[in-house]
């Protein structure tokens, strides 16, 4: 193939140039990419950088916060101007009341609550039970734990939404128990704790964490409940952030379940809620509804994006 | 819990296998002590387990009997193949299968090279890249209802912010949305504003691993800047290129939340009616959960094929 030839033809010539460039490199403290730093020193290719640069930030703000703007000031917007043609770029005049209109109108307390509740119970159940099978599969090791694992990692190949309709079943008549779970805020956190995702992600972690720091616990005395908590959970900060914000997040974001399995309308995520109710309030209401939606999420990002984004990766690569 | 404080009095001893049986007592110890060992590390199991068990295990083979079941007048009895005979006969299942289809192959045009173009081109800026990294992933964190809903209001054909941009440019005004010709790329336009961040971050975390020689010694080799994309990003990126193509092959195929929110399902003359919302309508609007189980086991067989295709591919593409 040419790329080999690319590559295995480089040798005296390439390594010269290496060194040529590692200097520059160096100093612009950044890995070489695509295009070489001698290309981009030269006046026309500062230029063309520039250029670049400057059509990427503006295309980028526009295209991701120009939305966002439209809905934060949509929401400051009179009825009439919302639907007005051509829109208009700022408020005519200010209309605040429309938030507190859609915090009272479509309940919006009660659906932030509800998803808050859902989300953190949900969180809780994913840190102490996720957490502690983990740790047992990758440091307790237990019989059939390959087999166990095994089972867990296949959910990962049934698609979700083959899934939704026996689970929904299931919830309605749960064997053994014999309880329906329908407007029970088990429905969301009892399933939320099959996240095969998040266990593969904390045993990995787990397994990275050195056998002797464990039998140093051990040594000392320390069940492995102590050792859990005053070993493994302080190293494994990073990875229950990231696990963790998976977890809020995924709550958050979910439709289809919290649809099916908690219709009553005191219960809603604020999701189904404001879906339900989008057709019987007016534009500027809804779309302040919406921005209020909004915020935590978007609050929880700002605060974590550095987890965010590098738990990202760590999933992205999971091969 | 118990369980734990079984194993507190010994060191937890090295894994299995390293231990020199040194007489028959010491073998009796070693028994017991791998006994109190798996019952302390099965009690760190037993609670995902039975979430397991009761949320993911029990409904995927529920749902595999479900398949061949008819419940009527609240009693169950086989149906044998006709639950999947009635789903291949109805005119629907081929509608939905082509819609699947289109969705996937926009969606990947779209979401697949979108990202990966933006991914090569934040690689090459020196300057707001944080911010831009942000930018992109923004929508990722929106409620999916925030968003959709905002593409509805985007997309009215009447005061929506596209026929303006449309009309600035002197094009003609379209109905998006409500046009059954053109339901479905709206769909993707925005369900790939709402889902690209993720892709996109992915793919810049593996474009930074790429060793800068390589694009010195093309360089050297004569190679332009289209031609080291060619030779050099992408047969570096092709792991995860192809790992995300297949997971998003998967995940597209799945679609349900977007269509469902902008075109209410099923679209103009049922244009967006994607295979998990005929699911959807088969078991909540018509109560045929039989049907519904077949579908999504027809849905599950094609899926399996790709991630078949998939790992031979990646199989050979090794040797």
């Known amino acids: 193939m040419a790329s080999n030839t690319l590559v295995s033809r480089r040798g005296a010539g390439g390594l010269r140039a290496g060194r040529r460039r590692r200097v520059r490199a160096s100093d612009q403290g950044r890995q070489r990419t695509l295009i070489s730093p001698a290309q981009l020193g030269r006046r026309r290719g500062k230029t063309v950088y520039w250029i670049v640069l400057a059509l990427v930030v503006l295309a980028f703000t526009l295209a991701f916060l120009g939305p966002l703007y439209w809905m934060v000031t949509g929401g400051l917007k009179t009825t009439q101007e919302v639907v007005q043609s051509p829109p208009t770029a700022f408020p005519t005049s200010i209309h605040t009341e429309n938030y507190s209109q859609a915090w009272n109108v479509m309940d919006l307390s009660r659906l932030l609550f509800n998803t808050l509740y859902y989300a953190f119970g949900a969180l809780a159940f994913q840190l102490v039970l996720d957490v502690a099978a983990a740790y047992s599969l990758s440091k307790l090791r237990p019989v059939f734990g390959k087999v166990i694992l095994g089972m867990m990692l296949a959910t990962l190949m049934i698609p979700a939404t083959v899934l939704v309709v026996p689970q929904y079943l299931t919830v309605l008549d749960v064997p053994v128990f014999e309880r329906n779970l329908l407007n029970s805020p088990w429905v969301i956190w009892l399933p939320s704790v099959t996240n095969a995702f998040n266990i593969f992600l904390l045993k990995r972690f787990f397994d990275s964490i050195p056998r002797e720091l464990l039998d140093a616990a051990a040594i000392d005395g320390a069940s492995p409940l102590r050792t859990l908590r005053s070993v493994v959970l302080p190293i494994s900060r990073p990875i229950l952030g990231v696990v963790s914000i998976f977890a809020v997040v995924g709550v958050w974001k979910d439709f289809l379940w919290p649809m099916l399995t908690l219709p009553d309308p005191s219960r809603q995520t604020l999701n189904v809620g404001i879906y339900s109710l989008a057709g019987g309030v007016p534009e500027n209401v809804l779309i302040a509804a919406l921005t209020i939606a909004s915020v935590p999420t978007l609050l929880i990002f700002l605060l974590f994006q550095r987890n965010i984004m590098s738990g990202l990766t760590a999933g992205g690569l999971k091969g | ?319």
């Not at chain 2, 990202?115 to 930018?135: D, K, M």
């Not at chain 2, 209802?145 to 509805?152: G, H, M, R, Y």
């Not at chain 2, 799945?254 to 469902?260: A, D, H, K, L």
């Not at chain 2, 309508?281 to 399996?304: I, P, T």
């Open chain 2, 1 to 319: 819990m118990s369980a734990p404080t079984l194993s507190t009095r010994k060191p937890s001893p090295a894994p299995r296998g390293h231990h020199r049986p040194a007489g028959r007592d010491s073998a009796r110890e070693e028994f017991v002590r791998a006994l109190r060992r798996n019952i302390s590390a099965h009690g760190f199991l037993i609670g995902a387990v039975l979430c397991f068990s009761f949320f993911s295990w029990y409904p995927m083979v529920r749902g595999f009997f479900l398949a061949f079941q008819k419940t009527e007048d609240g009693r169950t009895t086989w149906a044998g193949w006709s639950n999947l005979s009635y789903v291949f006969n109805d005119p629907a299942f081929w509608q939905a299968w082509r819609n699947t289809l289109l969705f996937t192959v926009l969606a990947l045009v779209l979401g697949f090279a979108v990202p990966f173009v933006i991914a090569v081109v934040l690689n090459e800026l020196r300057h707001a890249q944080g911010y831009l990294r942000l930018l992109v992933y923004l929508p990722v964190m929106l409620p999916p209802v925030a968003s959709v809903l905002l593409f509805k209001y985007f997309y009215d054909p009447g005061y929506g912010l596209f026929n303006r941009i449309f009309e600035f440019f002197h094009l003609p005004a379209q109905q998006w949305l409500q046009d059954p010709d053109t339901s479905m790329l709206s769909v993707v336009i925005a369900a790939t504003w709402m889902n690209m961040g993720g892709a996109t971050l992915i793919y810049l975390a593996a474009l930074q691993g790429i060793p800068g020689e390589l694009y010195e010694a093309a360089e050297l080799d004569g190679a332009g800047l289209l031609r080291k994309i060619w030779h050099v990003t992408i047969p570096q990126t092709r792991l995860i290129l192809s790992l995300l193509l297949l997971m998003q092959i998967i995940a597209t195929m799945q679609v349900f939340t977007e269509p469902f929110l902008l075109t209410n399902g099923a679209g103009p003359e049922g244009s967006t009616t994607t295979v998990v919302y005929l699911i959807y309508q088969y078991a909540f609007n018509f109560n045929n959960y039989g049907s519904a189980a077949a579908l999504g086991l027809v849905l599950l067989v094609v899926l399996a094929g790709f991630s078949a295709v998939y790992v031979r591919l990646s199989r050979s593409s090794e040797d």
